[in-house]
């Protein structure tokens, strides 16, 4: 798929099949965020995957307490959630990993796999429960929670985000 097409066709989908993805769809989104660049080339971020079915991910959900709507999990029941964690301290890990899951995004538009970006648990994974999130997601020394994404199969449809192109862009 076009980039571009890529681009302007993702979008957030909050409704998953069960169907897992195949080893190669996960190969390509994964190496979609190790081809993502990062400042100085400091390659700063890591990523865990996990199953949708992990009791890591109830473990959050519950950590999260009533942030979430009550009749969805924070991940929609995606057969696969990948948490994005990064070096605490460098400067740009924030950006980096953001640049990293949008390429994730847009690899999992191009396969035709709905996906959506997560930010919600950052709360409980920064917490008093920090330590053991950490561990368990088997984050790096000195790494904490940056994003996450869930992909699957679609079982929802949505139309991408509009926007104001006046309001946002200033041409000089
Ligand atoms: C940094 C970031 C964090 C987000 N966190 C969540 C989240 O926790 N839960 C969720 O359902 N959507 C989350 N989203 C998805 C946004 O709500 C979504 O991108 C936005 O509403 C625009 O819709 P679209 O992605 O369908 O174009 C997040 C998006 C970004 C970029």
Not at 69 to 96: K, L, Q
Request: glycine share 8%.
């Amino acid at each position: 798929m076009d980039v571009l097409k890529a681009i302007a066709s993702r979008c957030s989908t909050r409704g998953y099949t069960a169907e897992k993805l195949t080893k190669e769809e996960l190969d390509t989104l994964l190496t979609a965020g190790l081809q993502a660049p990062t400042a100085t080339n400091r390659q700063e971020l890591h990523f865990t995957v996990l199953d949708g079915q992990d009791p890591i991910l109830f473990d959050i959900q519950e950590a999260m307490g009533a942030r979430t709507r009550p009749a969805m999990n924070f991940w929609y029941d995606a057969p696969t959630v990948i948490v994005i964690s990064g070096e605490t301290d460098f400067r740009w890990t924030a950006v980096d990993a953001g640049i990293a899951v949008e390429n994730i995004a847009l690899a999992a538009e191009a396969l035709g796999l709905g996906n959506v970006i997560l930010g919600c648990l950052k709360a409980a994974m920064d917490g008093e429960n920090r330590a053991k999130f950490a561990g368990a997601l088997r984050f790096p020394d000195g790494y904490s929670f940056q994003i996450a994404i869930a992909v699957g199969r679609k079982a929802t449809e949505k139309e991408p985000h509009g926007f104001d192109r006046e309001k946002q862009v200033t041409i000089l």
